[in-house]
Protein backbone atom coordinates (compact mmCIF):
# COMPACT_ATOMS: atom_id res chain seq x y z
CA UNK A 1 0.00 0.00 0.00
CA UNK A 2 1.38 3.51 -1.11
CA UNK A 3 1.45 6.23 1.65
CA UNK A 4 -1.88 7.59 3.12
CA UNK A 5 -3.63 10.76 2.11
CA UNK A 6 -6.75 12.83 2.36
CA UNK A 7 -8.17 14.81 0.43
CA UNK A 8 -10.55 16.84 2.20
CA UNK A 9 -13.48 17.82 -0.06
CA UNK A 10 -12.18 14.79 -1.69
CA UNK A 11 -15.58 13.53 -3.49
CA UNK A 12 -16.34 16.29 -5.99
CA UNK A 13 -15.24 18.69 -8.45
CA UNK A 14 -11.30 19.80 -7.93
CA UNK A 15 -11.47 17.09 -4.66
CA UNK A 16 -12.73 14.03 -7.08
CA UNK A 17 -10.06 14.64 -9.45
CA UNK A 18 -7.32 15.15 -6.58
CA UNK A 19 -8.44 12.17 -5.14
CA UNK A 20 -8.42 10.01 -8.34
CA UNK A 21 -4.72 11.15 -9.17
CA UNK A 22 -3.47 10.39 -5.94
CA UNK A 23 -4.99 6.83 -5.97
CA UNK A 24 -3.83 5.92 -9.92
CA UNK A 25 -0.49 7.18 -8.41
CA UNK A 26 -0.56 4.41 -5.61
CA UNK A 27 -1.38 6.43 -2.82
CA UNK A 28 -3.83 4.75 -0.43
CA UNK A 29 -6.62 7.60 -0.33
CA UNK A 30 -9.30 9.07 2.21
CA UNK A 31 -11.67 11.23 0.55
CA UNK A 32 -12.80 13.77 3.12
CA UNK A 33 -17.12 14.88 2.75
CA UNK A 34 -18.99 17.27 4.41
CA UNK A 35 -22.58 16.84 3.73
CA UNK A 36 -23.93 15.30 0.53
CA UNK A 37 -23.50 11.45 1.90
CA UNK A 38 -25.72 10.11 -1.42
CA UNK A 39 -23.16 11.82 -3.72
CA UNK A 40 -20.11 10.79 -1.84
CA UNK A 41 -21.27 7.13 -1.16
CA UNK A 42 -21.72 6.81 -5.14
CA UNK A 43 -18.04 8.32 -5.63
CA UNK A 44 -16.97 5.25 -3.30
CA UNK A 45 -18.37 2.77 -4.88
CA UNK A 46 -17.72 4.21 -8.33
CA UNK A 47 -13.66 4.46 -7.93
CA UNK A 48 -12.82 2.64 -5.14
CA UNK A 49 -11.80 5.01 -2.52
CA UNK A 50 -13.40 5.38 0.42
CA UNK A 51 -15.31 8.35 1.75
CA UNK A 52 -15.29 9.59 5.62
CA UNK A 53 -17.60 12.42 6.73
CA UNK A 54 -16.68 15.25 8.69
CA UNK A 55 -17.13 19.24 8.81
CA UNK A 56 -13.86 20.62 8.33
CA UNK A 57 -14.78 23.15 10.66
CA UNK A 58 -14.97 20.97 13.73
CA UNK A 59 -11.72 20.56 15.47
CA UNK A 60 -13.00 17.59 17.40
CA UNK A 61 -15.04 16.27 14.08
CA UNK A 62 -11.43 16.84 12.34
CA UNK A 63 -9.32 15.14 15.05
CA UNK A 64 -12.24 11.91 15.42
CA UNK A 65 -12.02 11.84 11.56
CA UNK A 66 -8.33 11.35 11.52
CA UNK A 67 -8.16 8.96 13.53
CA UNK A 68 -10.61 6.97 11.88
CA UNK A 69 -8.50 7.00 8.34
CA UNK A 70 -5.87 6.31 10.43
CA UNK A 71 -7.31 2.95 11.95
CA UNK A 72 -8.32 1.84 8.44
CA UNK A 73 -5.16 3.15 6.35
CA UNK A 74 -2.30 3.61 8.50
CA UNK A 75 -0.88 7.01 9.65
CA UNK A 76 -1.50 10.13 7.26
CA UNK A 77 1.10 11.26 5.50
CA UNK A 78 -0.15 13.07 2.80
CA UNK A 79 -2.71 15.88 2.75
CA UNK A 80 -4.78 18.07 0.65
CA UNK A 81 -6.74 21.11 2.32
CA UNK A 82 -9.24 21.10 -0.50
CA UNK A 83 -12.78 21.42 1.14
CA UNK A 84 -14.13 24.89 0.65
CA UNK A 85 -17.69 26.94 0.53
CA UNK A 86 -18.92 30.64 -1.21
CA UNK A 87 -20.98 32.83 0.32
CA UNK A 88 -20.91 35.60 -2.41
CA UNK A 89 -22.34 39.15 -1.60
CA UNK A 90 -21.10 42.40 -2.03
CA UNK A 91 -19.43 43.81 1.05
CA UNK A 92 -21.94 46.10 2.50
CA UNK A 93 -24.56 43.54 2.62
CA UNK A 94 -22.52 40.82 4.19
CA UNK A 95 -23.79 39.25 7.24
CA UNK A 96 -21.38 38.25 10.31
CA UNK A 97 -22.87 34.34 9.82
CA UNK A 98 -21.67 34.94 5.99
CA UNK A 99 -18.13 36.07 6.87
CA UNK A 100 -17.92 33.39 9.62
CA UNK A 101 -18.77 30.76 7.35
CA UNK A 102 -15.93 31.22 4.51
CA UNK A 103 -13.22 31.71 7.08
CA UNK A 104 -14.42 28.40 9.17
CA UNK A 105 -14.25 26.44 6.51
CA UNK A 106 -11.86 27.82 4.30
CA UNK A 107 -9.04 29.38 6.73
CA UNK A 108 -9.71 27.80 10.01
CA UNK A 109 -10.50 24.11 8.16
CA UNK A 110 -6.85 24.34 7.50
CA UNK A 111 -5.87 24.54 10.84
CA UNK A 112 -8.15 21.71 12.17
CA UNK A 113 -6.87 19.33 9.59
CA UNK A 114 -2.90 19.74 9.65
CA UNK A 115 -2.97 20.28 13.39
CA UNK A 116 -4.45 16.66 13.99
CA UNK A 117 -1.39 15.51 11.43
CA UNK A 118 1.25 17.65 12.34
CA UNK A 119 2.79 15.80 15.43
CA UNK A 120 2.32 12.47 13.54
CA UNK A 121 4.62 13.83 10.72
CA UNK A 122 7.08 15.32 12.58
CA UNK A 123 7.44 12.27 14.90
CA UNK A 124 7.89 10.24 11.27
CA UNK A 125 10.14 12.87 9.52
CA UNK A 126 7.82 12.98 7.06
CA UNK A 127 5.11 14.89 5.46
CA UNK A 128 3.73 16.73 2.53
CA UNK A 129 0.79 19.39 2.68
CA UNK A 130 -0.90 20.87 0.00
CA UNK A 131 -3.85 23.78 0.36
CA UNK A 132 -5.95 25.11 -2.85
CA UNK A 133 -6.38 28.42 -1.98
CA UNK A 134 -7.63 30.63 -5.37
CA UNK A 135 -6.21 33.36 -7.66
CA UNK A 136 -9.17 35.12 -6.01
CA UNK A 137 -6.76 35.11 -2.56
CA UNK A 138 -3.51 36.24 -4.67
CA UNK A 139 -5.44 39.56 -6.32
CA UNK A 140 -9.24 40.12 -4.56
CA UNK A 141 -12.71 39.53 -6.20
CA UNK A 142 -15.45 42.02 -5.80
CA UNK A 143 -17.97 40.29 -3.85
CA UNK A 144 -15.93 37.84 -2.03
CA UNK A 145 -14.13 39.64 0.40
CA UNK A 146 -15.12 36.88 3.04
CA UNK A 147 -13.76 34.37 0.54
CA UNK A 148 -11.32 36.62 -0.47
CA UNK A 149 -9.65 36.96 3.22
CA UNK A 150 -9.77 33.33 3.63
CA UNK A 151 -7.65 32.10 0.54
CA UNK A 152 -5.22 34.71 1.11
CA UNK A 153 -4.94 33.89 4.51
CA UNK A 154 -4.09 29.90 3.41
CA UNK A 155 -0.91 31.09 1.92
CA UNK A 156 0.14 32.88 5.09
CA UNK A 157 -0.66 29.74 6.63
CA UNK A 158 1.35 27.78 4.12
CA UNK A 159 4.78 30.20 4.60
CA UNK A 160 4.95 30.02 7.97
CA UNK A 161 3.95 26.25 8.61
CA UNK A 162 6.64 25.56 6.01
CA UNK A 163 9.39 27.00 8.09
CA UNK A 164 8.06 24.75 10.71
CA UNK A 165 8.51 21.77 8.87
CA UNK A 166 11.17 21.97 6.75
CA UNK A 167 13.76 20.98 9.47
CA UNK A 168 11.28 17.19 9.88
CA UNK A 169 11.50 16.73 5.83
CA UNK A 170 7.43 17.78 5.97
CA UNK A 171 6.82 20.46 2.89
CA UNK A 172 3.44 22.60 3.05
CA UNK A 173 2.55 24.32 -0.29
CA UNK A 174 -0.34 26.04 -2.10
CA UNK A 175 -1.74 25.67 -4.95
CA UNK A 176 -3.76 29.26 -6.42
CA UNK A 177 -6.58 27.47 -8.99
CA UNK A 178 -8.03 30.47 -11.61
CA UNK A 179 -11.44 29.69 -13.22
CA UNK A 180 -11.38 25.50 -13.20
CA UNK A 181 -14.49 23.72 -15.00
CA UNK A 182 -16.30 22.41 -12.47
CA UNK A 183 -20.43 21.73 -11.44
CA UNK A 184 -20.16 25.58 -10.28
CA UNK A 185 -18.67 27.04 -12.58
CA UNK A 186 -21.70 25.30 -15.17
CA UNK A 187 -23.65 27.95 -13.34
CA UNK A 188 -22.72 30.65 -14.86
CA UNK A 189 -24.32 31.88 -17.92
CA UNK A 190 -22.98 31.56 -21.21
CA UNK A 191 -23.38 35.01 -22.35
CA UNK A 192 -21.26 35.82 -19.16
CA UNK A 193 -18.59 33.14 -19.84
CA UNK A 194 -18.12 34.30 -23.06
CA UNK A 195 -17.66 37.84 -22.45
CA UNK A 196 -16.53 38.09 -19.18
CA UNK A 197 -14.61 35.51 -17.61
CA UNK A 198 -13.10 33.69 -21.24
CA UNK A 199 -11.28 37.22 -22.29
CA UNK A 200 -9.80 37.87 -18.89
CA UNK A 201 -7.93 33.72 -19.54
CA UNK A 202 -4.90 34.10 -21.95
CA UNK A 203 -4.92 30.33 -22.97
CA UNK A 204 -8.62 31.14 -23.68
CA UNK A 205 -10.26 28.36 -21.99
CA UNK A 206 -11.19 27.25 -18.54
CA UNK A 207 -8.85 24.93 -16.87
CA UNK A 208 -9.54 21.24 -15.98
CA UNK A 209 -9.85 19.44 -12.64
CA UNK A 210 -7.01 17.06 -13.71
CA UNK A 211 -4.87 20.00 -14.77
CA UNK A 212 -4.92 21.00 -10.76
CA UNK A 213 -4.44 17.19 -9.89
CA UNK A 214 -1.06 16.89 -11.37
CA UNK A 215 0.05 19.31 -9.78
CA UNK A 216 -0.94 18.19 -6.46
CA UNK A 217 1.04 15.16 -7.46
CA UNK A 218 3.96 16.87 -8.20
CA UNK A 219 3.90 18.29 -4.90
CA UNK A 220 3.55 15.44 -2.69
CA UNK A 221 6.08 13.38 -4.19
CA UNK A 222 9.20 12.26 -2.34
CA UNK A 223 10.81 13.71 -4.98
CA UNK A 224 9.20 17.47 -4.48
CA UNK A 225 11.34 17.64 -0.76
CA UNK A 226 13.40 20.98 -2.03
CA UNK A 227 9.57 22.76 -3.04
CA UNK A 228 8.34 24.32 0.67
CA UNK A 229 6.11 27.32 1.18
CA UNK A 230 5.69 28.07 -2.32
CA UNK A 231 2.46 28.77 -4.08
CA UNK A 232 1.97 27.20 -7.68
CA UNK A 233 -0.09 29.06 -9.79
CA UNK A 234 -2.43 27.42 -12.34
CA UNK A 235 -4.48 29.81 -13.88
CA UNK A 236 -4.00 30.16 -17.69
CA UNK A 237 -1.79 32.86 -17.51
CA UNK A 238 -5.03 35.40 -15.82
CA UNK A 239 -2.43 36.75 -12.78
CA UNK A 240 0.91 36.76 -12.30
CA UNK A 241 2.25 36.91 -8.63
Known amino acids: MGRVAIVTGGTRGIGAAI ?42 ACEAGVAEVEAALGPVEVLVNNAGITRDVMFHKMTPQQ ?66 GAGRNITVNAICPGYIDTEMMATIPEDVMREAILPKIPVGRLGEAQEIARCVLFLVADDAAFVTGSTLSANGGQYFA
Request: proline share 1%.
Open 99 to 164: WNEVLTTNLTGLFNMTRNVWEGMRERSFGRIVSISSINGQKGQAGQVNYSAAKAGDLGFTRALALE
Open 19 to 60: SRALKDAGYAVAANYAGNEERANAFGAQTGIPVFQWDVGDFA
